[in-house]
């Protein structure tokens, strides 16, 4: 497709149980964002891929949180034993050069994610 | 490390008045700074970035922003504002990497 593509749009879970959030980036781009929104929070920023470059995990809020990109493309965002505060729509964006020079991410429509 | 605060989480307006949202920024490198636009049930869009040439940057929908470092804010003003105009509003700094760091948003409402 066209744009960033994330699957699954909505992910309802129970608490305790583990997810994974995948993300598609637009072809060709180097860098990926994932990003937490909650109401009230804004855009939290999780992790930071750049190319081959080591990833920039410092967002990520504990060990439960992890993420890989493979190939330097599809990526995944697992949350193991997943809580209450989990609840968010998960973001993913990527660019096609050094964001600092362009400011253009594209936004995927995000993974919301409820745990009951 | 960066961050951004912006002040005020709601600011209501009336059509065509004045509209100042605020943002200021901390950085320990010479910051890149940005505005997106997240209108109703639609994803994030750049209004205008700064990337250190002019401090005054114009972006799209009329809408412009000042960069000054002596005060360390970079706050987005629009002349007149239009009920289109409603949406969210956050501000966003690099620094030395490509990291992104957003602030919370500010929801602008427009009273017709």
């Known amino acids: 497709g066209a744009g960033v593509s994330q699957s699954p749009s909505n992910k309802v879970t129970e608490k305790g149980k583990d997810v994974e959030l995948r993300c598609d980036p637009i072809?060709?781009?180097?860098?990926l964002y994932w990003y937490r929104q909650s109401l009230g929070q804004g855009l939290e920023f999780l992790i930071y891929?750049?190319?081959?470059?080591?990833?920039?995990k410092s967002g990520l809020p504990s060990d439960r949180f992890s993420a890989e990109r493979t190939g330097g493309s599809v990526s995944t965002l697992t949350i193991q034993r997943t809580q209450q505060e989990d609840s968010a729509v998960y973001l993913c964006?990527?660019?096609?050069?050094?964001?600092?020079?362009?400011?253009?991410?594209?936004f995927g429509e995000g993974s919301r994610l409820t745990v009951l | 490390a960066q961050s951004v605060t912006q002040l005020g989480s709601h600011v209501s307006v009336s059509e065509g008045a004045l509209v100042l949202l605020r943002c200021n920024y901390s950085?320990?490198?010479?910051?890149?700074l940005f505005w997106y636009v997240q209108y109703p049930n639609q994803g994030l869009q750049l209004l205008l970035k700064?990337?250190?040439?002019?401090?005054l940057v114009k972006g799209i929908n009329g809408f412009e922003a000042e960069f000054k470092k002596s005060e360390t804010s970079f706050h987005l003003t629009k002349p007149s504002a239009h009920m289109s105009d409603a949406a969210e509003y956050f501000c966003?700094?690099?620094?030395?990497?490509?990291?992104?760091?957003f602030g919370q948003g500010t929801t602008l409402q427009v009273k017709p």
């Open positions: 964006a990527s660019s096609p050069r050094d964001v600092r020079n362009t400011g253009e991410l594209f």
């Open positions: 072809s060709g781009h180097t860098a």
């Open positions: 891929f750049q190319g081959n470059s080591a990833p920039d």
């Open positions: 950085s320990s490198v010479p910051p890149y």
């Open positions: 700064y990337t250190s040439a002019a401090t």
């Open positions: 966003a700094v690099s620094g030395n990497t490509g990291k992104l760091i």
